[in-house]
Every structure is written in C-alpha cells, then in structure tokens.
C-alpha cells in the first residue's frame, strides 16, 4: 500500500548545529505536509506543500518538494532548544485531505 | 477560535471492556479524522468522517468505529479492547474544503490493562 519512509529516525545535534530530515513515497504524492510533535503534545501543523519543486521558508525551516512529487525535506538551520520535538512528515495520495500517511518521524533532540 | 478539544485526555481500561472517546472539532469544521498513534506504528489514519458521513477508512478491525454528529462532533468506539490498542488517539478536524489543513486536539491516552 501507500506509505511514506522518513529518516532518520533520530538525530541528535549541537545547538547551532543545521538538522534535516527527508521523507520518500514510492508513487506521487498530490502535496505533503509537515507538522512537528512536542514530548507529550500533540502533532501541530508547519506547512503543506503542492506543487512540484516547491520551496517555503518559515524563518530558520525550509521545506521543499521534489519534482516528481515523491519525496520532501524539512531542514533547520542553526537549532536551538525550542526545535526539540518530532516532526512529521504527511503525503496525501489524491484523496481526502483528512486521510493522510504519516512518515514514522524524526525525533530531534539539541543539546545546549 | 477554540481549538479541537478531546474527551477524556486519559482512560484506563482492561481487556475485553468497550470504550468511547469524544472529540469536539474547531467551530465550523465539518471534517473530524481520527489517528491512532503508538511508538511501534506511529501515526496511522483510523477514519475520516465529514458531515455525518463516513468518507474514509483506515486499515483496523471492525472493532474500531466512529460516527459524527450534526454539530460535527464525532465519537469513536472500541469494542473487546486488547492490550495492543492502547495508544494515543487523536482526532483531527478541518473545514472540509480542498486542501485545507488539519488542526490535531491533544489527544486521548488509553491504556488497557
């Protein structure tokens, strides 16, 4: 079936350090978002991306989405303590944006 | 606008027993989906209901349903708990128009025991 492969599954950084995370579906993707889960919280959503090739920013974050709609990438620059969490990437395969196929996540942890 | 609220945030049960867990979507949001999530498995899509219909259905026994109610308000019932459906349930909800984006409550910590 559908699914969506996502490394690393850890990742342990200096804080300053960049961190990047990548995500792989083996079909097209219609678009794929990113949400990021504190320790204890709950999966908050950082962006979608829908078109091929596409690249947003938010401040430190850039997400990109590959030109054949099959992979994304989240990278961080020069984290801090306040990145710590785990982020999720999510596909959606052309159905309903409620029915989405989570990556396994990346859990970022930043040491000071 | 208040956010997705879940009902109750912690739940212990025991095998064999029922349980249902409620969640109150965003005000105006038709579409409430629920993800079951676990260390093992991570996040994975239950079912999607929107305007009191099912629209979609993950891959979990039958064991798992839900409904939604008119005011878009959705509940989720497990039967015959087994140990390995404890977990972390969240439901999600969003308007329900193209591409629009899901808001997660915090979800419900069920253990079975």
């Known amino acids: 079936g559908q699914q969506v492969m996502q490394i690393p599954q850890y990742q342990h950084v200096q804080e300053g350090e960049d961190f990047t995370t990548y995500c792989n579906s083996s079909?097209?993707?219609?678009?794929i978002q990113w949400y990021k889960q504190r320790p204890g919280g709950h999966p908050v959503f950082l962006i979608q991306?829908?078109?091929?090739?596409e690249v947003k920013k938010q401040k430190r974050l850039t997400f990109q989405f590959g030109e054949a709609k099959k992979n994304s990438s989240l990278h961080i620059t020069a984290t801090q303590t306040t990145d710590v969490g785990t982020y999720f990437c999510?596909?959606?395969?052309?159905?309903?944006?409620?029915?989405?196929?989570f990556g396994k996540g990346t859990k970022l942890s930043v040491k000071p | 606008k208040a956010g997705v609220t879940q009902t109750p945030r912690y739940l212990i049960k025991t095998r064999g027993q029922q349980v249902t867990l409620s969640c109150s979507p965003i005000?105006?949001?038709?579409?409430v989906s629920w993800y079951q999530q676990t260390p093992g498995q991570g996040l994975q899509f239950l079912f999607e209901?929107?305007?009191?219909?099912?629209?979609n259905k993950g891959n979990f026994p039958g064991r798992f349903s839900g409904r939604q109610f008119s005011n878009s308000r959705s509940e989720m019932n497990v039967s015959t708990l087994e140990l390995g459906d404890s977990a972390l349930y969240l439901c999600?909800?969003?308007?329900?128009?193209?591409?629009?984006?899901?808001?997660f409550g915090p979800g419900t910590r069920l253990t079975v025991l």
């Open positions: 005000s105006g949001h038709r579409s």
């Open positions: 079909t097209t993707l219609s678009n």
């Open positions: 999510a596909g959606n395969y052309g159905g309903s944006q409620g029915n989405l196929i």
């Open positions: 991306l829908v078109k091929s090739g």
């Open positions: 209901y929107f305007s009191e219909t099912q629209r």
């Open positions: 999600a909800s969003r308007a329900g128009t193209g591409t629009d984006t899901q808001y």
